[in-house]
């Protein structure tokens, strides 16, 4: 087996024999990318492209990518973006037009990369070198062989290409510069050609057809010059003409074969600059001397030189391809040699790898080991404590969630006894010599709702005191059967009056125990209002009281019939703020676990068991003796008994069973009805009490009754509290809104929430009117008052004219279809004699009181008033148009008898049909 040190030297060994290997590959050379973006016609490109690649067989250190932008300065500078973004070294471009592309040369050029410009230069200087044809000296090498050829004397047409481009330009400038100095040589004739194919024979049939003298052609290429003879040739002018072009592109059908055949008489050689141009890209690249402006030579090809450079070009073709496939071979050579080569050194490599590998593979195992325990460990630990983190968040949340339920509520507590003790001192300054019975138990109820305050406040100081630590405890001894004997009697007129058997069960008649008498009241009241509050009539409340003498503790067991609770409001019972699902008097959420506090400072423990719908029980042990209590925490003196902090007593609810009289004894038929829903009975009572003088009144304690008699009655005006049991105000209001039966029924809401947000959310869901409480009564009146004028606004505004009813803004768009829908119906149905209710019932899909009341309410009148209304107008239409009898019109408009009719049109009217007929007709 290799030591550790062995095996790093093998590995060095088959280092440094891959780094020979790779150096010998690599040798010194370097190696370079060329960018080129070209343009220009076909035949140029293709001897530019023939020319390099030429050049590159003997540098097979670089290459070469191309891109072809036709002539296009957009898609051309996008190539050349495209060329930088490969990470060329060096960029070689023939521009298409110089202006256009000036400014991304240049952003090349100062990015640091190498620039060639080939054929154009650019109208900045931001380049490494140009290198093509002198364009102006083509230009004076053309007109000096004409005027040679002509004696100078002549008689020409110049076809130019862009003088936008310097090759245009400057082209035309060189052979004018000669020619003036010629007299009788003059230019009749000349244009710029940019298409060959839509330009140049409209252009020639001009000259041609116009009759003009010519002698000579000069074109800027080839090709167009070519084309020129076509053309001339079709008028009888090519064989009187001497054509002369510029570009001497060799090859099958191109200028040197059109001097060969006698097309052209001569042209100028432009030198493409391919293989120049690498040679000058190769030169930039290896840091050699180079010129910056390399201007090509040009020479004149006609027919004594033509047909010579044609077979030379010929022959250098030939030769590049016998160099071609012999580099082609060469390199399939090198090729083999170098994958032999490489074979036989990974066949040693992968030999001494195995030995290496083979030793290092036991150790990176036995690390290995080691890590994956180390990592698992760390993973374990991240995973506690991530868990840790998602319990801790979810706490918070619902701790965030449970203290805003609890100020809701809170909120809610103090203001639902502020409003009835307001009310009722109210009703006292307002009528001083009112009944001394009524009086008693106004202010009965106004006692009850400030003590009940005084608690809920109380209960709020206790608390904090609580969580500060200021909570003192004064423990005394005590006699607990007593103790608990006295908080009973607190309970016993609201068991009697539920019916519910409450019992104290325990064998010992006096047990001395001791406790701060002031703080365990408070616990039992808290734990036996619960009890009370969750056991339906005729159940069961008990109290156990056992000594556990092998523990020396005192166990009480408070055990319901009530509707018991679910193993998740278990686990959440004893936190401050908590709501369970079935509180429906929104409570503090205090009252538990301040008592769990109170017993805990006892040194005590309270556990609970509970089964749905089978019960509560709660369970609480409180060490006997005194010394687990600090000297500090000892009353040596026993507490009175009788001599607790007042506690609120139960809430018996003191106003039931008493009937509310209407004033003088006597009651009266009210017009409008009033559906209360609210889950308090003071606040019940009270507005029963205040509003039943003047409306007719249905109560509901929750949402889903509120929903059931609101569909049953249709009252005229619902007023609800938010915070209900089942659905809450806000669901209540959204329903009967959305529906046809109810949404014509204004609703009020009454709330403790206050803020803004809230009643925008009232608004949303179609309340008529929010108000909060503490509220005051007046101002409910004079709601409702101004909710039912308002609502006769409207009849009156529909008053007999149904048929001409538009959408009313303050209608809802329920509303506002359903007296769409009626009056279409009514239209279209009431010449029928056997026209019914029935029938409009179906239509509409309402039972007939419902309709009924849904008409009246909106419409001020009855269904059979509004089938008279229409029935009437349209006899009275009728009656105008004066083409119909008074029988006829009875029929049409849907009167079984014209006698009837008579009657119905004379009670509206005050006038007999026929008279009415005669006054208008005379």
């Known amino acids: 087996m290799f030591r550790f040190k062995e095996l790093h030297i093998w590995g060095l060994i088959v280092y440094l024999m891959f780094a020979a290997f790779s150096c010998e590959e690599r040798g010194n050379d370097k190696s370079f990318t060329i960018g080129f973006s070209q343009c220009g016609d076909d035949a140029w490109r293709q001897i530019m492209n023939s020319e390099m690649y030429r050049e590159l067989s003997f540098h097979p250190e670089v290459d070469i990518t191309i891109r072809v932008a036709d002539w296009n300065n957009e898609l051309q500078e996008k190539q050349i973006r495209e060329l930088v973004d490969l990470g060329i070294d060096l ?50 090498t053309a007109g000096e062989y004409i005027v040679n050829q002509l004696n100078g004397k002549g008689k020409i047409l110049e076809l130019q290409i862009s003088s936008k481009v310097s090759p245009g330009y400057l082209r035309s400038k060189g052979f004018r510069d000669v020619i003036q100095d010629y007299p009788e040589m003059e230019v009749v004739a000349e244009t710029e050609i940019m298409s060959i194919d839509i330009e140049l024979k409209p252009f020639l049939d001009s000259v041609f057809q116009s009759g003009q003298e010519l002698d000579v052609v000069y074109s800027h290429t080839d090709q167009i010059a070519e084309h020129t003879y076509i053309i001339a040739e079709g008028y009888g002018y090519a064989e009187n003409l001497f054509f002369v072009g510029v570009d001497g592109i060799p090859g099958t059908g191109r200028g040197i074969q059109a001097v060969e055949d006698g097309i052209l008489d001569a042209s100028m050689l432009y030198r493409t600059g ?79 790898l195995a030995i290496i590998l083979g030793g290092n593979l036991w150790l990176s195992l036995k690390a290995k080991q080691r890590i994956n325990q180390d990592l698992s460990l760390k993973n374990k630990e991240v995973i506690e404590k991530q868990q840790q983190l998602m319990e801790m968040s979810e706490k918070i949340q619902e701790v965030t969630k449970a203290k805003m339920d609890f100020f809701t509520h809170i909120s809610h507590e103090f203001r639902t006894p502020l409003t009835l003790i307001l009310s009722f001192i109210e009703d006292l300054f307002d009528s001083p010599k009112k009944n001394k019975k009524e009086d008693i138990q106004a202010v009965g109820l106004i006692k009850q709702n400030a003590l009940r305050l005084l608690r809920l406040v109380n209960q709020l100081m206790d608390f904090r005191k609580m969580e500060s630590g200021q909570m003192k405890l004064r423990a005394s001894e005590n006699d607990l059967v007593a103790f608990l004997r006295g908080v009973m009697t607190s309970f016993e007129k609201l068991a009697e009056k539920k019916h519910i058997d409450f019992n104290l069960l325990t064998r010992s008649a006096h047990i001395p125990l001791w406790f701060d008498v002031n703080m365990m009241d408070k616990v039992f009241f808290n734990i036996l209002s619960n009890a009370y509050k969750f056991t339906p009539e005729n159940g069961k409340v008990t109290i156990s009281v056992s000594i556990d003498h092998f523990a020396n503790v005192v166990n009480i067991l408070v055990e319901d019939s009530g509707i018991g609770m679910s ?56 060490p006997m003796g005194k010394a687990h209590f600090t000297e500090d925490q000892l009353v040596q003196e026993a507490a009175d008994l009788n001599n607790k902090e007042e506690l609120v007593k139960p809430l018996e609810q003191s106003n039931e069973g008493v009937a509310f009289k209407e004033p003088n004894g006597q009651a009266r038929q009210k017009e409008q009805s009033l559906l209360l829903i609210e889950d308090n009975k003071d606040i019940l009572f009270l507005l029963r009490k205040k509003l039943g003088s003047t409306y007719t009144i249905l109560e509901a304690s929750d949402g889903d009754m509120g929903l059931e008699l609101a569909f049953e009655h249709i009252p005229d005006l619902i007023i609800s509290d938010i915070m209900l049991p089942g659905q809450d105000g806000l669901e209540i209001t959204k329903r009967l809104k959305s529906d046809l039966r109810t949404s014509h029924i204004p609703i009020i809401l009454l709330t403790a929430r206050s803020n803004i947000e809230k009643q925008i959310e009232g608004a949303r869901a179609g309340a008529d009117a929010y108000i909060t409480k503490p509220f005051n009564m007046e101002l409910l009146k004079e709601k409702i008052k101004n909710l039912f004028h308002n609502r006769q606004i409207l009849k009156e505004s529909f008053g007999n004219k149904l048929l001409s009813f538009d959408q009313q803004s303050n209608l809802s768009a329920i509303d506002q279809e359903f007296i769409k829908n ?101």
């Open 91 to 140: 960029l070689i471009v023939s521009p298409n037009e110089s202006e256009a592309l000036t400014p991304v040369i240049e952003e090349v050029f100062n990015s640091g990369i190498p620039v060639i410009l080939i054929d154009r230069e650019t109208d900045s200087k931001s380049y490494t070198a140009f290198i093509g044809g002198d364009n102006y000296e083509i230009g004076r």
């Open 274 to 352: 391919g293989s120049e141009a690498i040679r000058l890209a190769i030169a930039i690249l290896n840091d050699l001397p180079f010129e910056k402006q390399n201007l090509l030579p040009t020479t004149v090809i006609d027919s004594s030189n033509a047909r010579i450079l044609h077979q030379q070009i010929k022959r250098v073709n030939s030769l590049q391809e016998n160099i071609d496939n012999q580099i082609q071979q060469l390199e399939q050579y090198n090729t083999l040699y170098r994958n032999q080569r490489l074979f036989i050194f990974i066949l040693i490599s992968s030999l001494l």
């Open 822 to 922: 009626f009056s279409s119906y009514l239209e279209s149905n009431y010449m029928r004699q056997d026209f019914q209710v029935t029938d409009l019932c179906q239509q509409l899909q309402l039972s007939r009181s419902q309709l009924y009341r849904k008409v009246k309410a909106l419409l001020g009148q009855s269904i059979s008033d509004c089938i008279q209304s229409i029935r009437l107008e349209k006899a009275e239409m009728l009656l105008l148009a004066g083409q119909l009898s008074i029988s006829e019109i009875a029929y049409q408009v849907g009167y079984t008898s014209p006698d009837y009719f008579s009657t119905v049109f004379k009670s509206k009217y005050n006038i007999a049909p026929s008279q009415y007929k005669k006054q208008k007709f005379g």
């Open 567 to 622: 193993d998740q409001e278990m686990e959440h019972i004893f936190e401050a703020f908590y709501q369970g699902e079935h509180n429906v008097d929104f409570g503090t959420g205090l009252g538990l676990p301040f008592s769990k506090s109170l017993i805990e400072l006892h040194r005590g423990d309270i556990n609970v068991k509970s089964s749905k719908g089978k019960g509560t029980r709660f369970i609480i042990g409180l």
